[in-house]
């Protein structure tokens, strides 16, 4: 029989006040798949999000993870996933092994269990080294690995990633996005990012959605969407095509430099 899908969205609308944020997007995303979400700043894509993981809740519409409601089984529905915000979500002050565990008393990992998992998942994501010193020492791509393996110390079958790879030089992309397509090839974990990276989009999603002005726009494979803008056409092309304003850029950098990256992306997404 075959699995249903990970993630649906059902005419899925969002109202802050006067503005629409989103207006009845639906699509579904599958069982273990790389999906991601595209758009310009203010298109709706951490709004998506944000209802998806429960932080929020939809004006209309409905969302399923994995056949439970967002909003009926809230607390059902934050174990069954991880998420990367865009904001910083390490406490410098703490070191990487106590961040994690931290994370998973959240998650309500057996006492008996806490320990061996903490450590297996500093494994998976290589900062064992680096586990016992301060994160406040670590490099934004550490940051970002440490960030991944509080979202992953509970197995989560759905991954979301909000903006995963701002902030990080291309070494440090390269080395998150290995480590994510491993976990995905070995496990089936499904993963839902937003990015402005197209060519993240581009070489590691199945399938992406364009969203602008709170709508979806397009929807498919990478290489039809580029087909169907005609020969020679590339992802950057699509963007342009369904969306008048330019993908946002970012900077590199370490500890303290992410904190203030993810705080411009926050004020204008």
């Known amino acids: 029989m075959e699995e249903g899908p990970a993630v649906v969205f059902s005419d899925l609308t969002k109202e802050y006040g006067p503005v629409r944020a989103l207006d009845e997007v639906s699509l579904e995303v599958r069982t273990g798949e790389v999906f991601a979400l595209l758009g310009p700043n203010g298109a709706g894509k951490s709004s998506a999000l944000r209802i998806l993981v429960t932080l929020s809740v939809p004006t209309s519409g409905r969302v399923l993870v994995f056949g439970h409601d967002v909003v009926r089984e809230a607390r059902r529905i934050r174990g069954l996933l991880g998420y990367l915000p865009q904001q910083l979500s390490v406490d410098g002050a703490l070191t990487g092994r106590e961040n994690v565990w931290l994370f998973s008393g959240l998650y309500d990992i057996p006492w008996g269990e806490r320990r061996d998992r903490v450590q297996e998942t500093l494994e998976l994501l290589g900062l064992t080294e680096a586990a016992d010193r301060l994160t406040s020492t670590y490099s934004g791509g550490m940051?970002?690995?440490?960030?991944?393996?509080?979202?992953?110390?509970?197995?989560?079958?759905?991954?979301?990633?909000?903006?995963?790879?701002?902030?990080?030089?291309?070494?440090?992309?390269?080395?998150f996005w290995e480590r994510i397509l491993e976990l995905q090839h070995q496990h089936g974990t499904t993963v839902l990012l937003s990015?402005?990276?197209?060519?993240?989009?581009?070489?590691?999603?199945?399938?992406?959605?364009?969203?602008?002005?709170?709508?979806?726009?397009?929807?498919?494979?990478?290489?039809?969407?580029?087909?169907?803008?005609?020969?020679?056409?590339?992802?950057?092309?699509?963007?342009?095509?369904?969306?008048?304003?330019?993908?946002?850029?970012t900077t590199a950098g370490g500890w303290s430099d992410v904190r203030a990256t993810r705080r411009s992306v926050q004020r204008v997404a």
Do not use: C, I, M
Request: without cysteine; glycine residues 6%; aromatic residues 4%.
């Open 143 to 175: 940051v970002r690995r440490l960030e991944l393996a509080q979202a992953l110390v509970h197995r989560p079958r759905l991954l979301v990633l909000d903006e995963p790879t701002v902030g990080l030089d291309p070494v440090a992309r390269g080395d």
């Open 195 to 249: 990015t402005h990276y197209l060519e993240e989009a581009e070489q590691f999603a199945g399938r992406v959605a364009l969203l602008h002005r709170g709508r979806l726009r397009a929807l498919d494979t990478p290489k039809a969407l580029e087909a169907s803008l005609g020969e020679g056409k590339n992802l950057e092309d699509v963007f342009r095509t369904f969306s008048s304003d330019d993908a946002a850029t």
